[in-house]
């Protein structure tokens, strides 16, 4: 199986921020990465799908790079609503995985 | 726009079988390209995926559960169905049931999320 290792586990961050979130692989994916955004009692929404393609109707804010094993979430301007668990997953090969998560806190 | 509803029992009793159904609405299951699944969550933990099927009925399942997961479509009902057979307590989790590109290779959208208790 493969093991997505995320990091930080948890950011405390200010309104205006910039925040960097990283997804590392146990081998290589290529762009096989997806990014998901999950708040308090609700599902998770995709953000990002194959490594840094924005999904519809996310802000632009948010972005998405990397490929092989070392991929990167960035919130270039953090806002109230982005104040949430973010999830990376890999869609390379079965069983898919998700990695541990990274909660995004008020600082 | 599509959507997804999960359906079921929110407890179950140790070593019994765990049935949840999902029901589409606002499109159709009979894509070739869409796999449907299930993902798991339990309280305060991450994502566990459980399986996929499509409607000509090709199935991935986790390992990680040991044949105990059934997965199965029925495209007349616009339904899809997961059974968990001889849960547990580690089974308690919120179940989602969702849609899987495997030209993009990610869930969505998913549904609301379903909590099920294992407990006698």
């Known amino acids: 199986d493969i093991q997505m290792t995320q990091s930080p586990s948890s950011v405390s961050a200010s309104v205006g921020d910039r925040v960097t979130i990283t997804c590392r692989a146990s081998?290589?994916?290529?762009?096989?990465l997806v990014w998901y955004q999950q708040k308090p009692g609700k599902a998770p929404k995709i953000l990002i799908s194959v490594a840094s393609s924005l999904h519809s109707g996310v802000p632009s804010r948010f972005s998405g790079s990397g490929s092989g094993t070392d991929f990167t979430l960035t919130i270039s301007t953090l806002q109230p609503e982005d104040f949430a668990t973010y999830y990376c997953?890999?869609?390379?090969?079965?069983?898919?995985?998700f990695g541990g998560g990274t909660k995004v806190e008020i600082k | 726009q599509l959507q997804l509803q999960e359906s079921g029992p929110g407890l179950v009793k140790p070593s019994e079988t765990l049935s949840l159904t999902c029901t589409v609405s606002g499109g159709s299951i009979s894509s070739d390209s869409n796999y449907w699944g299930w993902i798991r969550q339990p309280p305060g933990k991450g994502l566990e995926w459980i399986a996929i099927?499509?409607?000509?009925?090709?199935?991935y399942n986790n390992p990680s559960l040991k044949n105990r997961v059934t997965i199965s479509v029925d495209t007349s009902k616009i339904q899809f169905s997961l059974t968990l057979s001889s849960v547990t307590a580690a089974d308690t989790a919120v179940y989602y049931c969702?849609?899987?590109?495997?030209?993009?290779?990610?869930?969505?959208?998913w549904g609301q999320g379903t909590l099920v208790t294992v407990s006698s």
């Open positions: 997953q890999q869609a390379s090969s079965f069983p898919l995985t």
């Open positions: 099927i499509n409607n000509s009925g090709t199935t």
């Open positions: 969702v849609r899987y590109s495997s030209s993009l290779g990610c869930f969505d959208p």
């Open positions: 081998q290589g994916i290529r762009s096989w």
